[in-house]
């Protein structure tokens, strides 16, 4: 990467001319620093006053004035000969280039003051800069390579508890892992910079850090979840006085709203957050909102309206010169173009995104040369379908971001079949089943489960075939039911449109019309084809019929030997706790009632009662009182039948890992006041037996519980930060009680390694 040739042509100059002297300034600040210039009697204190000037020529876009007084800085660093100067000389070199936009330039700049900060032994400079070049490898889209950047400064700011800047970095590292569609590590460090955000007042960093963990609940599709933290930052932004980050929940909660069919409240929220952004003139994210309505509109086969909302927005960014939004609509336009099944046009936008990317400074393409192989395979040019969709292929092993790569897979799949290379085919429907799996893309996994099983099939590997099978039947259906849903609320939304048409952009009914009747033409030659598929599928589906019968009646027969084992082991338990409440008894208070008994007798049968022995009968009375007490607690809590719940579990965490030296966070959202008796008692000892787990097994410091409910289901969650578990770990009794209890009551239970280390215990019950 080669430095601009600017700079050392204007030191050149800088030395024939010998003493360097500043371009005369047109401000008032330029004009102080100018005079203070001419009163500096040391090259240190002229070098700092270079760098000033500079910043103040890129502040007005002055490109050139501010290089020249970078070269006269670079002149004095050269002087001084000191690895300090020369990082600062550096560092704003690339500030410079950052502000001109001047990719190839920023990364050597930095480079170097890198090198120079960590030749002076100034480690909070080398860190400045290392902060600049992560948030420049995130905005490029290398993303593993941001992500060893931010981790080098979390630990930086940890040793010298710089609380917020570690918020910073953890936010930036969540961002990374959800930009790259690893969804779990977005979620953990999300909470993290949460968790150590809420001890100091930063309600914008705690807000980013609720945004990362929203996405990461939207990407896996539990919605309710990601409206929760969405809606939960817009306070937050209000405090802030920031209406650009309630602008931009609204638009979070409008794309979470519309993912769930909830078209009219998306379109209400969008329109929201449109306001926000006009009444900052914030411009460039209306048209990002106009490119949201239209995703709608493809989304239900309406891709005259959505073409027409993209190019919309495509108005915008060519007026802005906006590059980036340029490859995005561009993009937009050749997809829907694709899917109606307009070649010609979709061809024309493909390639307008994929020379912009291509002549981009890093090349990363995000779907864009994806876009044009499709494009290739649906026009029968098979030798450059492959040579785009490789580049797809290639960008997500540059850059890491894996959103695309289910659809690059299946094509590449697709491409080797139709070649007669099936192994080669199976490779690929095999990468695009994993991705799509990955990314929680139902869609997709039933596309590559359905190529894998007919692979398969055509292989004669008839039992992996049937798992792919039943794979396709699962998702095809869930994707059915997914799109019912979706076309159900959007048919209720059009009768809703006309509240909220005044605020978007009419359609244009005769083109609307004529291109409509194009799609039902094309729909009508899908459904003939569709229909002889459709009689295919019947004859394998009776082929198939009888095995699938018998493997779901030996799954039901597994699946009875199961139930009767958890039931056996919730039998044992209930045993095992009799036989200790009842040693207790015959140990404690038993034993204790019998002395109190030969103690009464024996002053009844004294002729004087002496006042020692009615005090030692009255204490062991007292005793006896407080273990009965004790044991009936144990069968049923106070806490639990007085106060409810949440002051129950609190007890036991309090009672039992405060106690151990542990350290515990409590969270509850969105309870009711009180539960059934059976799910409240359930709830308890589960918790019960997870705290003893823990204390037993877990070597931990702290431990995190969490009760909330969403929809229809209560959730009790605790995860500790021990030496963990084994991915498939053996069920002792105590394990095997969780999941019989949870069952019992219709929930789940499942106990699993942490994210990063530790165990996770999640229990839902039905309410």
Same mark, same amino acid.
């Given at each position: 990467?080669?430095?601009?040739?600017?700079?050392?042509?204007?030191?050149?100059?800088?030395?024939?001319?010998?003493?360097?002297?500043?371009?005369?300034?047109?401000?008032?600040?330029?004009?102080?620093?100018?005079?203070?210039?001419?009163?500096?009697?040391?090259?240190?204190?002229?070098?700092?006053?270079?760098? /000033?000037?500079?910043?103040?020529?890129? /502040?007005?876009?002055?490109?050139? +004035?501010?290089?020249?007084?970078?070269?006269?800085?670079?002149?004095?660093?050269?002087?001084?000969?000191?690895?300090?100067?020369?990082?600062?000389?550096?560092?704003?070199?690339?500030?410079?280039?950052?502000?001109?936009?001047?990719?190839?330039?920023?990364?050597?700049?930095?480079?170097?003051?890198?090198?120079?900060?960590?030749?002076?032994?100034?480690?909070?400079?080398?860190?400045?800069?290392?902060?600049?070049?992560?948030?420049?490898?995130?905005?490029?889209?290398?993303?593993?390579?941001?992500?060893?950047?931010?981790?080098?400064?979390?630990?930086?700011?940890? !040793?010298?508890?710089?609380?917020?800047?570690?918020?910073?970095?953890?936010?930036?590292?969540?961002?990374?892992?959800?930009? +790259?569609?690893?969804?779990?590590?977005?979620?953990?460090?999300?909470?993290?910079?949460?968790?150590?955000?809420?001890?100091?007042?930063?309600?914008? !960093?705690?807000?980013?850090?609720?945004?990362?963990?929203?996405?990461?609940?939207?990407?896996?599709?539990?919605?309710?979840?990601?409206?929760?933290?969405?809606?939960? @930052?817009?306070?937050?932004?209000?405090?802030?006085?920031?209406?650009?980050?309630?602008?931009?929940?609204?638009?979070?909660?409008?794309?979470?709203?519309? &993912?769930?069919?909830?078209?009219?409240?998306?379109?209400?929220?969008?329109?929201?957050?449109?306001?926000?952004?006009?009444?900052?003139?914030?411009?460039?994210?209306?048209?990002?909102?106009?490119?949201?309505?239209?995703?709608?509109?493809?989304?239900?086969?309406?891709?005259?309206?959505?073409?027409?909302?993209?190019?919309?927005?495509?108005?915008? !960014?060519?007026?802005?010169?906006?590059?980036?939004?340029?490859?995005?609509?561009?993009?937009?336009?050749?997809?829907?173009?694709?899917?109606?099944? &307009?070649?010609?046009?979709?061809?024309?936008?493909?390639?307008?995104?994929?020379?912009?990317?291509?002549?981009? !400074? =890093?090349?990363?393409?995000?779907?864009?040369?994806?876009?044009?192989?499709?494009?290739?395979?649906?026009?029968?040019?098979?030798?450059?379908?492959?040579?785009?969709?490789?580049?797809?292929?290639?960008?997500?092993?540059?850059?890491?971001?894996?959103?695309?790569?289910?659809?690059?897979?299946?094509?590449?799949?697709?491409?080797?079949?139709?070649?007669?290379?099936?192994?080669?085919?199976?490779?690929?429907?095999?990468?695009?089943? @994993?991705?799509?799996?990955?990314?929680? &893309?139902?869609?997709?996994?039933?596309?590559?489960?359905?190529?894998?099983?007919?692979?398969? +099939?055509?292989?004669?590997?008839? *039992?992996?075939?049937?798992?792919?099978?039943?794979?396709?039947?699962?998702?095809?259906?869930?994707?059915?039911?997914?799109?019912?849903?979706?076309?159900?609320?959007?048919?209720?939304?059009?009768?809703?449109?006309?509240?909220?048409?005044?605020?978007?952009?009419?359609?244009?009914?005769?083109?609307?019309?004529?291109?409509?009747?194009?799609?039902?033409?094309?729909?009508?030659?899908?459904?003939?084809?569709?229909?002889?598929?459709?009689?295919?599928?019947?004859?394998?589906?009776?082929?198939?019929?009888?095995?699938?019968?018998?493997?779901?009646?030996?799954?039901? +027969?597994?699946?009875?030997?199961?139930?009767?084992?958890?039931?056996?082991?919730?039998?044992?338990?209930?045993?095992?706790?009799? =036989?200790?409440?009842?040693?207790?008894?015959?140990?404690?208070?038993?034993?204790?009632?019998?002395?109190?008994?030969?103690?009464?007798?024996?002053?009844?049968?004294?002729?004087?009662?002496?006042?020692?022995?009615?005090?030692?009968?009255?204490?062991?009375?007292?005793?006896?009182?407080?273990?009965?007490?004790?044991?009936? =607690?144990?069968?049923?809590?106070?806490?639990?039948?007085?106060?409810?719940?949440?002051?129950?579990?609190?007890?036991?965490?309090?009672?039992?890992?405060?106690?151990?030296?542990? *350290?515990?966070?409590?969270?509850?959202?969105?309870?009711?006041?009180?539960?059934?008796?059976?799910?409240?008692?359930?709830?308890?000892?589960?918790?019960?037996?997870?705290?003893?787990?823990?204390?037993?097994?877990?070597?931990?410091?702290?431990?995190?519980?969490?009760?909330?409910?969403?929809?229809?289901?209560?959730?009790?969650?605790?995860?500790?930060?021990?030496?963990?578990?084994?991915?498939?770990?053996?069920?002792?009794?105590?394990?095997?009680?969780?999941?019989? &209890?949870?069952?019992?009551?219709?929930?789940?239970?499942?106990?699993?390694?942490?994210?990063?280390?530790?165990?996770?215990?999640?229990?839902?019950?039905?309410?």
């Amino acid at each position: 990467m080669s430095l601009p040739t600017r700079l050392p042509l204007l030191l050149i100059i800088s030395c024939l001319c010998g003493s360097f002297s500043p371009v005369a300034a047109q401000s008032p600040v330029l004009d102080s620093l100018q005079q203070a210039w001419s009163q500096a009697s040391t090259d240190t204190g002229k070098l700092r006053l270079h760098l /000033a000037m500079a910043k103040e020529w890129w /502040a007005e876009a002055d490109w050139e +004035k501010s290089a020249l007084q970078l070269a006269a800085a670079r002149h004095l660093a050269e002087k001084l000969d000191d690895p300090y100067w020369w990082g600062e000389v550096s560092f704003h070199e690339g500030l410079a280039a950052q502000e001109a936009n001047d990719r190839p330039a920023i990364r050597a700049y930095f480079d170097q003051a890198m090198q120079h900060f960590s030749q002076a032994g100034d480690q909070e400079k080398e860190m400045s800069v290392l902060s600049e070049l992560a948030q420049l490898n995130y905005y490029e889209g290398s993303y593993d390579a941001s992500i060893l950047n931010f981790h080098r400064l979390y630990a930086y700011y940890a !040793d010298i508890r710089d609380t917020m800047e570690m918020t910073w970095a953890l936010n930036f590292i969540s961002g990374n892992y959800e930009a +790259k569609g690893i969804n779990d590590s977005a979620m953990a460090y999300g909470y993290r910079a949460r968790d150590l955000v809420r001890a100091i007042d930063a309600p914008i !960093d705690l807000a980013s850090s609720l945004n990362n963990i929203g996405f990461a609940y939207m990407e896996q599709g539990i919605y309710d979840s990601a409206l929760q933290y969405f809606r939960a @930052a817009i306070p937050l932004c209000r405090k802030a006085k920031r209406p650009d980050g309630e602008a931009i929940f609204m638009q979070n909660i409008g794309i979470v709203q519309s &993912r769930a069919g909830q078209f009219v409240a998306s379109l209400q929220s969008y329109l929201r957050s449109m306001f926000l952004y006009d009444s900052i003139a914030a411009y460039s994210q209306v048209a990002d909102l106009k490119t949201n309505i239209g995703i709608i509109h493809k989304r239900h086969g309406q891709y005259a309206e959505a073409i027409d909302y993209y190019q919309e927005a495509l108005a915008f !960014d060519l007026s802005e010169a906006d590059t980036s939004g340029l490859i995005a609509q561009y993009n937009n336009i050749g997809s829907a173009y694709l899917e109606a099944g &307009r070649l010609d046009s979709a061809r024309k936008y493909a390639l307008m995104s994929y020379r912009l990317v291509e002549a981009s !400074d =890093h090349s990363c393409f995000d779907g864009e040369a994806g876009l044009l192989g499709k494009y290739y395979y649906e026009a029968g040019k098979l030798d450059s379908a492959r040579h785009y969709t490789q580049q797809e292929v290639e960008a997500v092993k540059k850059c890491g971001n894996r959103t695309f790569l289910p659809m690059s897979a299946y094509v590449m799949g697709r491409i080797y079949q139709d070649q007669g290379q099936a192994q080669q085919a199976r490779y690929w429907f095999e990468q695009s089943y @994993a991705s799509a799996k990955e990314t929680g &893309r139902l869609e997709a996994q039933a596309e590559a489960a359905q190529a894998l099983y007919a692979s398969y +099939k055509s292989a004669g590997q008839t *039992e992996k075939a049937l798992g792919f099978l039943e794979i396709y039947q699962w998702t095809s259906d869930s994707v059915f039911n997914q799109n019912n849903t979706r076309q159900l609320a959007w048919m209720e939304a059009t009768y809703q449109m006309d509240r909220v048409a005044d605020s978007l952009q009419a359609v244009q009914e005769q083109e609307a019309l004529a291109f409509e009747q194009e799609i039902s033409q094309q729909r009508r030659r899908i459904g003939q084809i569709l229909l002889g598929g459709l009689v295919l599928g019947v004859l394998t589906g009776i082929y198939f019929f009888y095995l699938r019968k018998r493997r779901k009646l030996e799954m039901e +027969k597994t699946l009875l030997e199961e139930k009767n084992h958890r039931y056996q082991a919730v039998i044992e338990a209930t045993e095992e706790e009799r =036989h200790r409440i009842a040693k207790d008894l015959h140990d404690g208070v038993v034993q204790q009632m019998g002395a109190i008994q030969l103690g009464l007798r024996r002053l009844m049968e004294a002729e004087k009662t002496p006042p020692q022995a009615l005090e030692e009968i009255h204490q062991l009375s007292i005793n006896t009182a407080q273990e009965t007490r004790q044991l009936s =607690h144990q069968m049923m809590p106070r806490a639990l039948m007085e106060m409810g719940l949440v002051p129950a579990l609190r007890e036991v965490a309090d009672g039992m890992l405060n106690r151990a030296g542990m *350290e515990v966070a409590f969270e509850e959202f969105g309870l009711q006041e009180r539960y059934e008796m059976s799910v409240e008692i359930a709830l308890y000892r589960i918790f019960q037996e997870l705290v003893q787990n823990i204390l037993r097994h877990a070597e931990a410091r702290s431990v995190s519980v969490q009760l909330y409910q969403t929809g229809g289901q209560l959730h009790l969650m605790v995860e500790d930060d021990g030496i963990g578990i084994s991915p498939a770990p053996e069920r002792g009794l105590g394990l095997e009680n969780i999941v019989s &209890r949870a069952e019992v009551l219709g929930g789940t239970a499942t106990i699993e390694p942490g994210p990063q280390q530790g165990t996770v215990a999640q229990i839902s019950i039905p309410i």
